[in-house]
């Protein structure tokens, strides 16, 4: 996995692709709406310097051309209603993925001011993505937290810092330019078992027919938009179920895995377990802040350890295992959106057809310290094959100070 790209066009922020338009469907001098916060507006039919304004939810245009022999993104259009400020150009180029013959139901637009009582915060030093639940006259609380994989350790993947909002869901997402079979899809033929292995998830077979894919579902099952200026690094899950989603992400955990095969990594997307993204999936709505830092990892109390390999959750002396992580229940469906969680599982519901999987994925909720070590004779022999704290190897002075993993301070 260590070469999976997962880039998209990293110019544009969608919200939600509520009516999707095939390029070769659309009417010339037809009037469609723009269904992202915010889209590009360009002066030519690439991607380059050349944006000259950005489109807002639900302004009006007109699509006056396109080729439907190239296999790219734009249409040419017309600008009917807008109130933002656009340069001058000969001709104005979209990204057809964004207009919609319809305006977005009032109720989605609803949702998305909808304030979450959550934020997250992924720390790229040390591979961890944390969820906390906000409070404003006490310490935030700890409800989730898991292994991430960020981008590989080169200047054009490494995963951005910065300030970000979940603009809108994704299931079974597929990139624009469809190098990537999605997870599943209406009319390709179903993705390999739960028992499966990695290579098969690379077979001819599980590709969408006519195109030159290198793996099926590599966005796993539900991916979250992020904005502004996210540059196309999403938050998403990963290849295959459970144990193999697990290893893409952590490895198998093994002496050996850790201490001797190098982590791979995405085009600066972050990856989680499938199970993982479905449970965030669940909880977090659009709007919810992400906060993604680089950071040395500390507690405000005494009692939080870990090891140079892995996390080991700490409990405080009150505490019991099972009141700090809780079971959640998914049912996987095959349609295209909505959630993943349940209640409960029906055993009559497991013989329904529309159902991919159903499981239960244990809710780690236990702050635990993702050791800094300094760089050294050891951390440079095992640089990218064990978590020290410092994915990118940075010196000390480019860390963004500490961070409090119990109180997300």
């Known amino acids: 996995m260590d070469s999976q790209d997962d880039e998209v066009d990293d110019s544009q922020e969608p919200e939600e692709i509520q009516v999707e338009v095939k390029k070769e469907d659309m009417r010339l001098e037809k009037k469609y709406y723009v269904h992202a916060s915010q889209l590009n507006v360009r002066s030519e039919m690439e991607i ?5 304004g950005r489109l807002e939810l639900d302004d009006e245009v007109i699509v006056v051309g396109y080729d439907t022999a190239k296999a790219d993104d734009f249409v040419e259009i017309k600008i009917v209603k807008t109130n933002r400020e656009i340069k001058d ?5 979209v990204a057809y993925q964004y207009l919609g013959e319809k305006k977005l139901p009032r109720k989605v637009k609803q949702q998305r001011k909808k304030k979450s009582e959550f934020f997250v915060v992924q720390n790229i030093a040390t591979k961890k993505l944390r969820v906390y639940r906000k409070f404003a006259n006490k310490n935030h609380v700890l409800v989730f937290e898991d292994w991430i994989l960020p981008g590989r350790d080169t200047p054009s993947t490494r995963s951005i810092l910065g300030r970000f909002k ?74 295959g179920y459970q144990e193999l989603s697990k290893k893409v992400i952590e490895g198998d955990g093994g002496f050996f895995e850790k201490m001797f095969k190098k982590d791979g990594g995405s085009a600066g997307c972050t990856r989680m377990t499938n199970e993982a993204i479905t449970y965030l999936r669940d909880i977090l709505p ?27 959750n700490p409990l405080k002396a009150s505490e019991t295992e099972g009141e700090r992580i809780q079971p959640f229940y998914y049912v996987l469906t095959k349609d295209p959106s909505g959630k993943g969680g349940a209640k409960s599982i029906d055993r009559e519901r497991l013989f329904n057809e529309n159902i991919i999987t159903t499981g239960k994925y244990m809710i780690d909720m236990n702050p635990t310290i993702v050791n800094y070590y300094k760089k050294g004779f050891m951390t440079e022999k095992l640089k990218g094959r064990t978590n020290f704290g410092n994915l990118y190897y940075l010196d000390d002075d480019q860390f963004q100070g500490e961070f409090q993993v119990d109180k997300a301070f």
């Open 286 to 312: 659009e709007g919810t802040p992400v906060f993604k830092i680089y950071a040395k990892e500390t507690a405000s109390e005494d009692g939080f350890s870990t090891t140079v390999f892995d996390g080991i």
């Open 48 to 52: 380059a310097n050349n944006i000259v």
């Open 166 to 239: 979940i603009l809108g869901w994704n299931k079974f997402y597929q990139d624009f330019k469809r190098n990537y079979a999605p997870w599943y899809k209406k009319g390709l033929i179903d993705p390999p078992g739960p028992n499966s292995q990695m290579a098969d998830w690379k077979l001819p077979k599980y590709m969408e027919p006519g195109r030159d894919q290198s793996y099926r579902g590599p966005f796993g099952w539900y991916l979250a938009h992020l904005a502004p200026q996210a540059k196309g690094q999403w938050m998403h899950g990963t290849i």
């Open 89 to 93: 150009a000969a001709n104005y180029y």
